[in-house]
């Protein structure tokens, strides 16, 4: 017969824990405590606690970011869970100091601090640049559509929801009717009349909800040239519909800014509009504002940072911002790709009858490797030297071209020579000048037209090739291994703030593995 260790459930014993040990180092919980403890000002948080003649003490602020943001860590975001996680959880327990604040305390600290939130997000943000971890050499910005806690069946415009609100009147009509039928034939008829009855008040309930709405509300107006209304939400009216690569949502649009050198987070903000574009201006003022506030920088984009962004954020009033403000900035259009010879979609044909007699001719560097300018009327050439500009010329078509010579001396001592001329031995005896060049003149030159020159120079290839390493991976760590796939949260402000919390915990994360101040 085996013999088995002998157990009681019903013994006594006696652990002793050390709260502080749980929070070994080099860890993502050991990071938040330091940082909470020793390099924070949570002043901002004690602004709302008016408690010091009367009402009952308060959770430390203190107390409550490091078991928030740690449970955000986590991807738990439900103020339920985490107040299980601070009575049976010992890591909470030691973040918490044996505290088990309620889910009501939870919920409220998170959304009744919009504003400490932030300058909470700038402050990680400073340890991160005091820290050496923000280069400020690129910076890319994109989008992330995430649900919100509103259902898109209650979306639509002010005539859809009269339509909506009218149906529901005829829908409560038509039951009372039958409703009124079927008392007559009690009690054969009794548990229909009762599901009946309750259908009656769902319907009314979802009335009263629409006609509240419409009489409270105005229609709400897009953003562009043509300002034409956009639906509406009644759970959620600063949310908007959104679609995206899993369908359409009702969400928020979390737009970041990524720094490269240790894609840290310098700016996070929540947008209820599926379009990108009139985000980027905002977006790039508060950068501007942030880093003078904080006395890291008077103009960083005047300091040649330069600045990405996906086509999302293009168009020609974007254009003429970042022109007239002389940022550095690298935004394509949505045709970009269909200009680069390395994505077009041709298909290789083989064999002697499908020879093309210009492939016997010696290929060159095309003039879209040439950076063009169409606004200042200059050229440079890949080599990075610029090239005299010949003046315009029209073909047979009544078509203009702008005409651009390389100097001889130039091209003759250029490495590129063999590559960028055909022959380029016999350079001298053609008038004295290297590599020409022909650009067709629009009748309207556009601020887009210039952004297209900077995009489809090889410099411009280059930077712009950055843009997806730099921030794509930020949102994969935030929706993915933090598992935000939803904003609990309803209004912008509270979901800016949740968005922001969870940004500043991936900073965080930067602080713990590349920092050298709280390790």
């Known amino acids: ?31 938040l405590a330091e940082l909470v403890d020793n390099h924070l000002d949570l002043s901002l948080f004690a602004k709302r606690i008016n408690n010091d003649e009367t009402g009952r003490p308060a959770y430390d602020p203190a107390i409550m970011l490091k078991i928030i943001l740690f449970a955000y860590s986590k991807g738990i975001t439900s103020s339920r869970d985490i107040n299980w996680c601070c009575r049976h959880n010992i890591i909470f327990k030691a973040l918490s100091c044996d505290s088990e604040p309620s889910f009501v305390s939870i919920a409220n600290f998170v959304s009744s601090h919009a504003e400490a939130i932030e300058d909470l997000f700038e ?44 149906k529901y009147r005829t829908l409560i009509s038509a039951h009372i009717k039958e409703h009124q039928h079927l008392d007559k034939n009690e009690p054969k008829e009794a548990e229909r009349a009762k599901r009946l009855e309750q259908s009656i008040s769902t319907i009314e309930k979802a009335y009263q909800k629409v006609d509240a709405f419409l009489k409270n509300n105005e229609p709400r107006m897009g953003k562009g040239k043509v300002v034409k209304e956009v639906k509406s939400n009644i759970t959620d009216n600063e949310s908007a519909k959104m679609k995206t690569s899993k369908g359409t949502i009702q969400g928020y649009n979390g737009v970041a800014t990524v720094d490269k050198k240790h894609q840290v987070i310098v700016d996070a903000q929540a947008f209820g509009e ?30 040649q940072t330069i600045f990405t962004a996906d086509t999302g954020f293009a168009n020609e009033a974007n254009m003429k911002f970042l022109n007239e403000n002389n940022i550095n900035a690298y935004v394509p259009d949505n045709q970009f790709r269909s200009r680069d010879p390395k994505f077009a979609k041709q298909k290789a044909k083989y064999g002697k009858r499908h020879q093309d007699e210009v492939v016997r001719k010696k290929k060159v560097i095309d003039a879209s490797e040439f950076d063009y300018d169409p606004l ?12 005299r500009y010949e003046g315009e010329r029209k073909d047979g078509k009544g078509d203009v071209f702008v005409r651009f010579e390389g100097r001889l001396s130039s091209c003759e001592a250029c490495e590129l020579s063999e590559r960028c001329m055909v022959n380029p031995a016999s350079a001298k005896h053609r008038k004295g000048h290297g590599r020409v060049v022909s650009f067709k003149v629009k009748p309207k030159v556009s601020y887009t037209d210039w952004m297209k020159g900077r995009i489809d120079s090889p410099l411009g290839k280059q930077i712009y090739s950055h843009r997806m390493s730099v921030v794509e991976p930020v949102f994969a760590n935030i929706t993915s291994s933090k598992k935000l796939d939803r904003f609990s949260l309803r209004g912008r402000k509270k979901v ?12 965080i994360e930067k602080l713990k593995n590349y920092g050298e101040l709280v390790n």
Request: a neutral charge.
């Open 376 to 387: 200042t009327r200059t050229c440079m050439c890949p080599s990075g030297k610029a090239m």
């Open 123 to 166: 402050q990680i943000l400073l340890i991160c640049s005091q820290a050496g971890l923000i280069g400020n050499e690129l910076f890319a910005t994109d989008g992330c559509k995430i649900p919100s806690n509103a259902a898109k069946e209650w979306s639509g415009t002010f005539n859809e929801l009269e339509a909506k609100r009218k």
């Open 496 to 507: 800016n703030a949740q968005w922001q919390l969870f940004c500043t915990i991936h900073n």
């Open 274 to 303: 599926g379009a990108e574009h009139h985000t980027l201006r905002p977006v790039i003022e508060t950068i501007q504002a942030r880093y003078q506030r904080l006395g890291l920088s008077e103009d960083v984009f005047k300091s």
């Open 1 to 31: 017969m085996p013999n088995y260790i002998p157990y009681d459930l019903s013994q006594n014993t006696m652990v002793v824990i050390n709260l502080r040990d749980q929070l070994q180092p080099e860890t993502f919980e050991h990071t």
